[in-house]
C-alpha cells in the first residue's frame, strides 16, 4: 500500500534549513529558500560560482567541509544535494532522528519530503508533486502556468475571486 504526500507550505522565514552539497541541485534549490527567508546553512567542500556569488553577498552561510551531524543543529528542514548514495542516506538517517524532513534529491523513496514543481501568478502559487516523477510535475505546472496566465491575465496583483463567488457566478 502506497500512501500520498501530504501537501504543506513551509513558512521558513528566519528558520534554519541545510544544504549538503554544493553542486548544481543545490543551485537550483537555494534560490527558493532564499526568497522564503530561510536561513540557509550549505555545507560542501566545493561550490558552484553562482553559490559563491551569493556566499560573498552575505546571502548565506557555507561550511566548506563534508557534512557532520552538528550542522543539523536548531534545522527545521535539510536538502540533500549530492549524488554519493551512502553520504546522502547517513545526512537522511541523522535527519531522521532529529525528527527533521529531508529532501534527497539522489533517492525520493528514501526522502521524507518532496520539492514540487511551482509557478506563481500574483498572490497565487501552484505547487505540483507528480508523483516522484519530476517530468510530469514540471508538464503540469507548465500547463498551469500557462493556463493562470490566460485565465488571470498579466494583472497578478488583480483580487481572485473566491470559491463561493466563482461558483455563484456558474449558476446562471
Known amino acids: 500500500m502506497t500512501t500520498n504526500p501530504y501537501p504543506l507550505g513551509l513558512r521558513l522565514h528566519g528558520r534554519r534549513v541545510v544544504v549538503v552539497g554544493g553542486g548544481a541541485v543545490a543551485t537550483r534549490r537555494v534560490p527558493a529558500l532564499l526568497d522564503a527567508g ?6 560542501a567542500p566545493e561550490l558552484t560560482p553562482a553559490l559563491r556569488a551569493r556566499v560573498d553577498a552575505g546571502r548565506l552561510h557555507w561550511v566548506a567541509r563534508r557534512f ?6 536548531g534545522a527545521w528542514l535539510v536538502q540533500v544535494a549530492i549524488d554519493d548514495p551512502i553520504a546522502a542516506a547517513s545526512v537522511s538517517a541523522v535527519a531522521a532522528e532529529r525528527r527533521i524532513f529531508c529532501v534527497r534529491a539522489d533517492d525520493r523513496t528514501a526522502a521524507t519530503a518532496w520539492t514540487p514543481a511551482v509557478t506563481r501568478h500574483g ?9 516522484g516523477d519530476p517530468r510530469r510535475a514540471m508538464t503540469v505546472r ?3 502556468r500557462d493556463l493562470l496566465a490566460v485565465r488571470l491575465g498579466s494583472d497578478a496583483s488583480a483580487p481572485t ?3 463561493s463567488d466563482a461558483s455563484a457566478g456558474s449558476r446562471s
Not at 38 to 43: C, I, K, M, R, T
Open 38 to 43: 530561510a536561513d540557509v546553512l550549505l555545507v
Open 68 to 73: 557532520e551531524p552538528e550542522d543539523l543543529d
Open 123 to 131: 498572490p497565487v502559487t501552484v505547487a505540483v508533486l507528480g508523483g
Open 142 to 144: 507548465d500547463a498551469v
Open 161 to 163: 475571486r473566491s470559491r
